[in-house]
């Protein structure tokens, strides 16, 4: 039985691997590293974004830092690159988190997992 569920996982990895969405992603992500200027600019949003998620957590945010962060995230979008790398990065994710979802829910409530948890966070 262990075998079995092996190979479906595997089995699902090889289909996700062959999807749009994660082909679409590879294309963008290398396309973003091609472009040195623009990988520059998403490693800062993305160090802001995790300084940002750090004073939320100490209770520190302030509205004009998430107002900044949006500012940036929008001027990055209009970046044809970065606009393309984050889109497809946000149609894996959210693959991914539904399947993540579909295993939480079949697991049920009872489940302490923590991707369980986390999945049911994203989506509600």
Known sequence: MKDQF???VQDLAGMLKKSEEYTQYVAARNRML????SSRVLRD????????QFMDMMGEE????TRELEDIYMALSLNPVV???LTAEYRLG???RRIYKIFGDALGEESD???VQRSNEFLN
């Open 6 to 8: 092996y190979d479906c």
């Open 34 to 37: 091609q472009d040195e200027g």
């Open 45 to 52: 949003l993305r160090q802001r974004q995790m300084r940002l």
């Open 62 to 65: 302030t509205e004009e830092d």
């Open 83 to 85: 606009g393309d790398y």
């Open 94 to 96: 959210k693959m991914i």
């Open 113 to 115: 997992l923590l991707f």
